[in-house]
């Protein structure tokens, strides 16, 4: 019988930080082992320059993601963090 891995997914979202910048926070991101991530769109009726293309990124990884890569996962966001101001971060469905 095959073992069910429980998994984690979260958002993490900045208002009005380009796509550039969710794309390079998404590569970074992946080079953990053991995590995934993803854009997520915006959900918006009329298109805004001002505003971001996307509304956010989804992290996903195992629920016993070991200690050591969970602290390089929260390394990279809180180097963003330190760049472009605290993250909204909520855990969504996986």
Known sequence: MAQVIKKKREQISYAGLPLAVYREVAAH???????????IPQQVEQFDYKQSQVSGLWIEY???L????KGHLQDILDYYA???GTWRREQIEA
């Open 66 to 69: 070991d200690a050591h890569k």
């Open 62 to 64: 195992a629920d016993n």
């Open 29 to 39: 991101l992946r080079q953990v082992e053991g995590v995934e991530t993803g854009l």
């Open 82 to 84: 330190g760049i472009y």
